[in-house]
């Protein structure tokens, strides 16, 4: 087998002391891949960023060791549970206990959110799995199956399924609507570690200590894939973001699996010893491990790794083995619908009843004894920013009693912006991301709300005459929020087809550019919303906020262009190099035709961002840094 060059591909990020007693458990935030929580033997939960040598936040409460922790999908929860049983979820933005849940008689060895964030499933030693209500702080299901410890739980991305890894070598599916075992995975010969869901297919991988990783149907139920690890115990396993491969985690080797063949495409050697958790940022691979009361990071460029083609012979060969697949290596499946708010209902779970438990005096004691302690102030703010900044504008402008009118249309502004906010969680890419301030609505004149007493001769203004000079703008606040509401309506009603890129269209053809920031702001909390269309669409908007004379919209434009780059300048110019395609292949034109259209755009941005850069302000520094990522425009 060739292997990966490690020098270049590989590397040690840091090494910290992440508690006063050992580590017992560690997970990576999947969605940014750069929050890091750390269990410990001194009951504590501590928050890591990447890159980041000191503690951010440290959550106790717990009275033994913390044997699991996990995050859920925003990354802004995070749930731990104990060797004595009970779990305990925090909201890491409020800093403060959420619930506290009791209910296993062993230790919680495992657990995992529901899609939809309203349930927790957690798996214990004692070989129960049980689903709970965190809006009830109830136990509304228990699954019993297996015969030893659970060590591993995964939802599916619909939301639908709950599948489950024990130490008794098996894996079992759950229907949570049916509310029973669907079907049991035997094949594995010792304890299965780890088990994930394909992000689009119906396929299902598992980790064994069995030195080998299996793959799934979950239409016919059989296993399609079996490989084995030479290295030892497959300790973690992760789908690349577009499912092309599988990557498998087990003692200083990172290995790179196909299947429908089965073949090893790279095996990266990292000296990351026995590896903990897995997560993907910019095509990194980001990965943990500890000993002791130490953690360490690693990184593996997934740009050098090899994730197609075939092993014929021992040797990685370019050419695919011809075979009646898809373009990804297996053959055409199911996909997953994804679970929306309004046509997914998680109330439709078969619970039995007696099952849910109203909450304790025990548990309401448990909570007070918890607590957040925020160790780091400073990076703190940088990566847990309240989401409600959006409309602060709105909330704070007028607060008097007299202008039931504009409270009322800046309540109604509130609540079409909200919705949409809710529906798209915040997922961090970078920490450095600072939420944009409020911005006023085109047409406003910030001067009607400005007392002119401000220039007099230390003069103290009466009730009376405030109250004048807040009404001497109140008809054109109103006139423009109406204004904002109507146009704000539309947005709304397109977004509600699930078409982000009409939706933005639409913003764009209003030439309101307030309109077009709200619509940003939503699609730059969820990173994974930006996709080549939307770049085509919005670059042109891009540089008049970049030029902007109001901070905010200036805020927006720099962390719009920041996410196009990372996300997408890496194909822009692999698509532009790359040599003529022999034949006639539609999709690739398409793709090379908004490449090219992007490039020029971009071409023309690199000249305002370089003017901007070079000038002394607030956003300077934000300028730089985008001037050195659009440094291969200026040659």
């Not at 075979?323 to 997953?336: E, I, K």
């Not at 679970?339 to 998680?346: A, G, N």
């Not at 006639?584 to 901007?612: F, G």
């Amino acid at each position: 087998m060739a292997l990966t060059n490690t020098i270049i591909t590989s590397w040690k990020l840091q090494e910290i002391v992440a508690h006063s007693s050992n580590v017992s458990s560690l997970v990576l935030g999947k969605a940014s891949g750069r929050l890091l929580a750390t269990g410990g033997e001194d009951c504590r939960v501590n928050i890591w960023a990447v890159s980041k040598p000191n503690c951010i936040m440290s959550l106790t409460g717990h009275t033994s060791p913390v044997e699991c922790i996990q995050f859920n999908s925003s990354e802004e929860r995070v749930v731990a549970g104990s060797q004595s049983g009970s779990l305990r979820l925090w909201d890491l933005e409020a800093a403060k206990i959420l619930r506290t849940l009791m209910g296993h008689k062993a230790s919680v060895c495992s657990l995992d959110f529901h899609p939809m964030g309203e349930y927790l499933a957690s798996g214990s030693v004692d070989s129960n799995i049980k689903l709970w209500d965190v809006r009830r702080k109830g136990c509304v299901f228990r699954y019993k199956g297996h015969t030893q410890a659970v060590r591993c739980l995964a939802f599916s991305p619909d939301g639908k399924w709950l599948a489950s890894a024990s130490d008794d070598s098996t894996v079992k599916l759950w229907d949570l609507i049916a509310g029973k075992m669907i079907t049991e995975f035997t094949s594995h010969t010792s304890a299965v570690n780890v088990v994930q869901f394909h992000p689009n297919e119906y396929l299902l991988a598992s980790g064994s200590a069995d030195r080998t990783v299996k793959l799934w149907d979950l239409e016919k139920f059989n296993m399609i894939g079996s490989s084995e690890c030479e290295t030892g115990v497959v300790r973690s396993i992760l789908f690349n973001p577009d499912g092309s491969c599988l990557y498998s985690g087990s003692e200083n080797t990172l290995r790179v699996y196909g299947w429908e063949p089965d073949r090893c495409f790279d095996v990266v050697h990292v000296g990351w010893g026995k590896v903990s958790d897995l997560a993907i940022s910019n095509n990194q691979m980001i990965a943990v491990s500890y000993s002791q009361n130490n953690v360490s990071w690693y990184v593996v460029d997934l740009n050098r790794v090899k994730k197609s083609g075939s092993v014929i012979q021992g040797l990685i060969q370019d050419k695919p083995i011809p075979a009646p697949t898809s373009a990804l290596g297996s053959t055409l499946r199911r996909n997953y619908e994804r679970p929306t708010t309004s046509s997914y209902r998680p109330q439709t779970f078969k619970f039995p009843e007696g099952e849910r438990r109203s909450p304790s005096s025990e548990d309401e004691k448990e909570d007070k004894e918890s607590s957040a302690e925020i160790t780091n102030p400073e990076d703190y703010k940088e990566i847990f920013q309240p989401r409600s900044a959006i409309c602060e504008f709105y909330l704070h402008k007028i607060r008097l009693d007299n202008f039931h009118t504009c409270c009322f249309t800046c309540a109604t502004v509130y609540n079409l912006i909200c919705p949409i906010t809710s529906s798209t969680p915040v997922q961090r890419v970078e920490p450095t991301v600072i939420a944009a301030a409020p911005h006023p609505p085109i047409g406003l004149n910030a001067g009607d709300f400005l007392s002119h007493a401000r220039n007099a001769k230390a003069s103290v203004m009466g009730d009376e005459e405030a109250l004048a000079q807040i009404r001497k703008g109140h008809d054109t606040m109103c006139v423009m929020l109406t204004s904002r509401y109507k146009n704000l309506d539309t947005v709304r009603s397109v977004w509600a087809s699930g078409d982000v890129k009409t939706s933005l269209d639409s913003a764009v053809s209003m030439n309101d550019l307030s309109i077009v920031v709200d619509v940003l702001n939503i699609i730059n909390l969820k990173p994974s919303l930006w996709k080549l269309d939307l770049c085509t669409s919005i670059l042109t908007q891009i540089e008049e906020l970049l030029q902007s004379k109001y901070e905010s919209y200036v805020q927006t434009g720099c962390i719009s262009l920041k996410l196009i780059l990372k996300r997408f300048w890496p194909l822009i110019s692999d698509t532009l190099t790359a040599p003529p395609s022999v034949g006639v292949d539609i999709t690739r034109e398409e793709r090379h035709q908004k490449c090219k259209a992007c490039y020029k755009q971009l071409k023309n941005l690199s000249n305002v961002v370089k003017n901007r850069a070079e000038q002394v302000g607030r956003h300077g520094s934000t300028f730089k840094e985008l001037q050195l990522l659009m440094a291969p425009l200026y040659y």
